[in-house]
């Protein structure tokens, strides 16, 4: 058993609910609801049903699958860019089975199996859902490593953790990698997978969910370019605005898209993630506020004045909810410890109610002569900035159309149907 450490940075929080169990070789991932000096493990766990070694006279596809399973275990899972190149290469030769004219489509089943549900195994002989199964794993993965870059370093030797730049816009890039993978499944994979096996699958690999965990990657990402705003001091108040706004747009689809896609919210992560979901829109909303009333404030008409006092105290009120959210956050399983305050938030925790006081004292006489006013101005509306590049599936291995898929004198479809039949007689 291999064993992968990754902090559980404040503002990340990056469910791995299930990876792949390739044939007779299982990998999977699963959180530890454990923590040594608020360090959350994520363990890598490889189960060989036979254990000797792959032989010449196998096929490819079962060398792949071992290879994957040799990278995880050799380096404790934490070569992230290693297992994404061996699951790119076997995406190259799983490819070959969706395609009707080889003739292999459907005859070899590929086992998953669920730690967070009891070990629930999910068994399907379709090319298709292991390709979804894959490409899931690829995006896991690649929001893995977006949560290592943002996890505080000393670099200097001064004995300061932080988060440079440069790793926070590697992170924005690798959330919206993830978010084009999980875009694609959605788009590009389910369609080609029968309504009768979409009932079987796991609730991660739903459509809503898949949708949800995208969505919520493009919030964290527009979450972390509103830090790296609020730090910039040519940053104008209206972009910061504009990203507040973006940021609480996608926490909003993300939670409702989450809640409404039919899965046990109740079950122990999915709760948690929930949690974590409303907390992050909760904090976007009260920046939305906030910087919403400091542009109204520029005004000159009392109204204004009365409008922004009433957006400051709509951020104060807002922050108090967030704070509860964040406890049920920390609360929900596995409890975490409260994550201390980064990004925007490091800095709008003490602002706004700074501002909310002076400002409240500084109209208060307006407040009293202008009661028709005080209503909360509705938030601009603004179009999502932040999208990812459509994911392509890379080029069919040219093996498929050559003779190297002859094993031993039996072709693969023979071969595919042969290690069926083995696996069913155990």
């Not at 004292?361 to 407040?367: D, F, P, R, T």
């Not at 028709?372 to 069919?396: K, M, N, T, V, W």
Request: glycine share 4%; net charge negative; with cysteine.
């Amino acid at each position: 058993m291999a064993i992968l450490t990754c902090p559980l940075h404040p503002g990340t929080f990056i469910a791995l609910p299930l990876l792949s169990s390739l044939c007779n070789q299982m990998l999977c991932l699963k959180p530890i609801p454990t923590k040594k000096n608020g360090v959350h493990y994520f363990y890598i766990c490889c189960w060989k049903e036979e254990e000797e070694e792959c032989p010449r006279s196998r096929d490819r596809l079962s060398c792949l699958r071992n290879q994957i399973v040799l990278v995880a275990e050799d380096t404790g899972g934490s070569a992230i860019t290693e297992l994404l190149r061996a699951l790119e290469e076997y995406l190259c030769v799983l490819i070959g089975l969706t395609k009707k004219e080889y003739g292999v489509e459907g005859l070899i089943q590929f086992k998953w199996k669920n730690l967070e549900d009891g070990r629930h195994e999910t068994c399907i002989a379709n090319s298709w859902f292991e390709v979804l199964s894959v490409v899931h794993l690829m995006a896991m993965l690649t929001l893995l490593e977006a949560d290592s870059l943002m996890i505080p370093k000393d670099h200097s030797g001064s004995g300061i953790r932080v988060v440079s730049s440069d790793c926070k816009r590697d992170a924005i890039d690798l959330l919206l990698k993830a978010a084009a993978y999980l875009e694609f499944c959605v788009r590009d994979v389910l369609v080609h997978i029968p309504p009768d096996i979409k009932k079987r699958l796991p609730a991660d690999l739903q459509d809503g969910v898949l949708e949800a965990i995208s969505i919520q990657a493009l919030g964290q990402g527009t979450e972390i370019q509103l830090g790296l705003a609020v730090e910039c001091q040519k940053a104008t108040l209206s972009v910061k605005r504009r990203l507040a706004c973006e940021e609480l747009s996608y926490f909003s689809q993300a939670y409702h898209r989450l809640s409404e896609c039919g899965m046990d919210t109740n079950h122990g992560y999915r709760k948690k993630l929930l949690w974590f979901i409303k907390w992050k829109f909760l904090e976007a909303k009260a920046a939305a506020y906030y910087y919403h009333g400091l542009i109204l404030d520029k005004g000159n008409e009392p109204s204004c004045h009365v409008s922004a006092v009433c957006c400051f105290l709509a951020a104060e009120e807002i922050l108090s909810e967030c704070k509860k959210a964040c406890l049920s956050f920390c609360l929900a399983t596995p409890v975490t410890r409260a994550p201390p305050l980064w990004g925007s938030m490091k800095h709008l925790q003490q602002k706004i109610p700074e501002v909310a006081s002076r400002k409240s004292q500084m109209y208060g006489y307006l407040l009293e002569q202008e009661k028709a006013l005080q209503a909360l101005p509705d938030l601009p509306d603004f179009q999502l900035s932040l999208r990812p590049d459509d994911y392509q599936l890379p080029e069919i291995d040219p093996a498929w159309d050559s003779e190297k898929w002859e094993i031993q004198g039996q072709p693969l479809k023979e071969h595919l149907k042969d290690s069926e039949d083995e696996i069913e007689t155990e």
